[in-house]
């Protein structure tokens, strides 16, 4: 591995005998305690809907959200990691939040506009005001709110929660199926990257639509078209889960390269986000805008 004067002293350690999780043993333990947090999101995103705090006013919307994803993501690895060799803010958890906040900002506050207008999602928060969206994409603040087009504040943190569990659940299938492949050879190991990737994109794009907005129309939040959305839509949803999900799937993984530092996890993430959006314009360009 290349060494650089501002390199961190190296206190990371490797296990290779692992069939699921990653080599690096700070990365296997953030992946070994997401992947509980899998049925605690379910669990705890269940109870706000079903209680109505997520549509019962701006505290309560940007509360649910915060109660979905900051205890168990942050508060709980930064105590239980407090004593850990490794500073905070080069263990693999703390990078990986970061990667999913520049992430969701990103396609929140833009990615949301392809959503309303390709796919015809919208949200109805009665109770709440406070809203952060792009003022160019889509049409004029007043307009978007009348048409259900504006992103309630509680959806960044909620979403982080979301994209936690999707990314996490992905980077261990596609490893398991990577390294199904290289213990044939380095091209079997490349297509069972691939196969992971596809796989994984498209089950939690499909899910991510089955399980939290296929509500009734005129709820919180619906599809227009909810069958269009899950036949077409959740192609689309893959598309950027395509670029995520192989990005960070590499975010400290190989004992041979360097770890990513802050700056670059932040610019990995926004250059994902490029992409994303990119691909968004692109699939408006040669599908259309139905829902614009």
């Not at 168990?72 to 999913?100: A, G, M």
């Not at 889509?138 to 994209?163: C, E, N, W």
Request: glycine share 8%.
């Amino acid at each position: 591995m290349n060494t650089y004067t501002d390199d961190a002293p190296e206190h990371r350690t490797f296990t290779p005998s692992r069939k699921w999780l990653s080599e690096n043993d700070d990365r296997a333990w953030a992946e070994k305690l997401y992947l509980w947090y899998i049925p605690v999101f379910f669990l705890i995103s269940g109870i706000t809907s079903r209680t109505g705090l997520s549509i019962s006013g701006n505290w309560g919307n940007l509360g649910g959200g915060l109660l979905v994803w900051l205890p168990f993501c942050v508060l709980l690895p930064l105590y239980l990691r407090r004593n850990h060799p490794l500073p905070i803010t080069q263990q693999w958890w703390f990078k990986f939040q970061l990667y999913l906040v520049v992430v969701i900002f990103f396609l929140t506050y833009f990615g949301t506009e392809y959503f309303f207008d390709v796919l015809g999602m919208r949200y109805k928060y009665d109770n709440v005001s406070w809203y952060f969206d792009s003022v160019l994409l889509g049409p004029d603040q007043a307009t978007a709110l009348a048409q259900h087009k504006r992103v309630p504040i509680g959806m960044y943190p909620i979403s982080v929660g979301f994209f936690t569990v999707y990314h996490i659940g992905a980077i261990v299938m596609i490893r398991k199926l990577y390294r199904i492949g290289l213990s044939f050879s380095l091209t079997a190991g490349r297509i069972g990257f691939a196969i992971g990737l596809l796989a994984s994109a498209l089950f939690w794009a499909w899910l991510e639509t089955m399980l939290f907005v296929s509500q009734p129309k005129g709820s919180f939040a619906w599809y227009e078209d909810l069958p269009r959305q899950l036949a077409v839509g959740s192609y689309f949803y893959a598309m950027g889960f395509l670029f995520t999900f192989a990005n960070v799937y590499w975010l400290d993984e190989r004992k041979d390269d360097r770890p990513w530092s802050l700056s670059r996890v932040m610019v990995n993430a926004t250059a994902m986000c490029l992409l994303v959006l990119l691909g968004g314009d692109l699939w408006g360009m040669c599908f259309g805008v139905p829902f614009g």
